[in-house]
C-alpha cells in the first residue's frame, strides 16, 4: 500500500522560501513509471495544482507558479520536495504531495505570516 507523508514548517514569513518534503513507503519514486505531484488548496478555494516531478527526474510546473518553484528529489530518502520561493499570504494553504492523483497525503498547514 502506497503512503505519503508530507512534512515541513508550519509556518514561514513573507518573502521566505516555503520548503515541504513527501516521504513515500510502499512505492519507489524512481523505478516505476509514474509522476509525483504537489497540490495546495488554499482557505475557502479549491484544489490548485502546483507540478510534478517524473520518476526519471522531469518536472513540470504550472505556469502561474513556475517562476517561484522547484520540485525535486532525495532518491536515497524516497522523497520528494517542494520549494516555493518569494512567499505571500496568499501561499497559505494546505499543501498536498500525491502519486498520480491516485493515493495523497493527510496535507500539511502552512500559514504565510509575519
Known amino acids: 500500500q502506497v503512503q505519503l507523508q508530507e512534512s515541513g514548517p508550519g509556518l514561514v514569513k513573507p518573502s521566505e522560501t516555503l520548503s515541504l518534503a513527501c516521504t513515500v513507503s510502499?512505492?519507489?519514486?524512481?523505478?516505476?513509471?509514474?509522476?509525483w505531484s504537489w497540490i495546495r488548496q488554499p482557505p475557502g478555494k479549491g484544489l490548485e495544482w502546483i507540478g510534478y516531478i517524473t520518476n526519471s527526474g522531469s518536472t513540470y510546473y504550472s505556469p502561474s507558479l513556475k517562476s517561484r518553484t522547484s520540485i525535486s528529489r532525495e532518491t536515497s530518502k524516497n522523497q520528494f520536495t517542494l520549494q516555493l520561493s518569494s512567499v505571500t499570504p496568499g501561499d497559505t494553504a494546505v499543501y498536498y504531495c500525491?502519486?498520480?492523483?491516485?493515493?495523497w497525503g493527510q496535507g500539511a498547514q502552512v500559514t504565510v505570516s509575519s
Open positions: 500525491s502519486r498520480r492523483g491516485d493515493n
Open positions: 510502499g512505492d519507489s519514486i524512481t523505478t516505476n513509471p509514474s509522476y
